[in-house]
Structures are given as structure tokens and as C-alpha cells.
């Protein structure tokens, strides 16, 4: 079985300002792992992944996750906020299975404050 | 290329009733799931076809849940009768089967309100 825990339900930062998302998850197998956003009024979309590699990935925004295998933590950061990061950001974890789906964390919703 | 697209994006209804959402997945995406989020908690998984077979049906809530996907194309989630506690939004994404690119790709989702 597969649990995703984000330990934020709400971060509020002030624009410009660094803020790291915490997730950590727990499986018995090897798992990928993804963060999704929702910006206000849309649907989910992929902002970055882990398949395998380098530890750290990023995203063409400014994010960027590290995959930490020992303490089953991927948190997702970045240095410098801008108010259209504004969004709520799910962590998920995917089995290696094409037919594997999907499980979530609570969600995170960031606000950011001029 | 038209991502995933879902009808309606917004429906209100009473306890009771019927309703039918849709999930147009991405051309030639063999894969489709239906996920949904109630009440601000995570999201979760309710099932999912390969082409018009349910491969994974272990997330669907009860019998009052009914999903199909006619010819392999489009997927229909029924909810007959609707209650309270089936408010939430419910996503749709699709996925390919060949060449490794199982990433899945969601549409903007249905949000469902029973009164």
C-alpha cells in the first residue's frame, strides 16, 4: 500500500520570499513521484517528476523537488515566490506499472502576499 | 493536440437525482482514470479503463457509481442516486500504454454540488 502525507494545508509567504512544501510518503515498493498543481479555476497539471536519475528535478518555473530515498521525503521548493505561484500543490506517488494509479497527498495550498 | 476534456464543468443537483459526467480522454490514449476530491481532502482514485475494459474498479465508493467507456473512446460516470456526501470534484486523465509515456494527463475536472 501507498500513503502520501503533506504536512501543510495551507502555506502563506510573502512574494519574493523562499518556501518549501513538505511531502513524504511511504510504500512498499518503488514507487515515481510527481507534483501537481492547481492554479485557481483549472485542472491538474504535472509541475515536475521523479522517475529515476538525479535526485533533484525541476521545473521550467522556478520549483524544484528532491527525491530523499531515506527519509522518504520529496519536498518541493523555491527560492523566490511570484504572486502567480499562487495555487494549491498535491504530491503523489505512482507504482512502476503502466496500469499503476495515482495516490495523493491533501493538497497545499499556497498563498503568497505582495 | 486537445487535452482531456470533461462535461459538464459545473453541476448542481438534489439529492436524489441523477447525473452523468463525461471524460473526452486524449486521442489514442488507451488508459483512462477517474479520480474526485471531496470536501478539500485528497484526491482519489475511483478507477480505471484499458481501451473499454475497467482494469482497476477498487476506488469506486458503492453501486451507486456507475462508469463506462463506450467503444474505448469517451467515458461516461454516473451517479445514481446522488447523495450529500458525493459534492466534490471529479477529474478525468488518460494515458498512453506504448513506448513507456504512462504519464497522466488530466482534464480540468467536474465539480458536482447535491443539495
Known amino acids: 500500500a501507498q500513503s502520501v502525507t503533506q504536512l501543510d494545508s495551507q502555506v502563506p509567504v510573502f512574494e519574493e520570499a523562499p518556501v518549501e512544501l513538505r511531502c513524504n510518503y511511504s510504500s512498499s515498493v518503488s514507487v515515481y513521484l510527481f507534483w501537481y498543481v492547481q492554479y485557481p479555476n483549472q485542472g491538474l497539471q504535472l509541475l515536475l517528476k521523479y522517475l529515476s536519475g538525479s535526485t533533484l528535478v525541476e521545473s521550467i518555473n522556478g520549483f524544484e523537488a528532491e527525491f530523499n530515498k531515506s527519509q522518504t521525503s520529496f519536498h518541493l521548493r523555491k527560492p523566490s515566490v511570484h504572486i502567480s505561484d499562487t495555487a494549491e500543490y498535491f504530491c503523489a506517488v505512482r507504482g512502476y506499472s503502466s496500469a499503476s494509479k495515482i495516490i495523493f497527498g491533501s493538497g497545499t495550498r499556497l498563498s503568497i502576499r505582495p | 493536440e486537445a487535452g482531456v476534456t470533461q462535461f459538464p464543468s459545473h453541476s448542481v443537483i438534489e439529492k436524489g437525482q441523477t447525473v452523468t459526467l463525461r471524460c473526452d480522454p486524449i486521442?489514442?490514449?488507451?488508459?483512462l482514470y477517474w479520480y474526485r476530491r471531496v470536501m478539500g481532502k485528497e484526491i482519489k482514485f475511483l478507477l480505471h479503463?484499458?481501451?473499454?475494459?475497467?482494469?482497476?474498479e477498487s476506488g469506486m465508493p458503492n453501486n451507486r457509481f456507475l462508469a463506462e467507456r463506450t467503444g474505448g473512446t469517451y467515458s461516461t460516470l454516473k451517479v445514481q442516486p446522488a447523495e450529500l456526501e458525493d459534492s466534490g470534484v471529479y477529474f478525468c486523465a488518460s494515458s498512453q500504454s506504448l513506448g513507456g509515456k504512462y504519464e497522466q494527463y488530466f482534464g480540468p475536472g467536474t465539480r458536482l454540488t447535491v443539495t
Open positions: 479503463f484499458v481501451k473499454e475494459s475497467k482494469q482497476d
Open positions: 486521442s489514442g490514449h488507451d488508459n
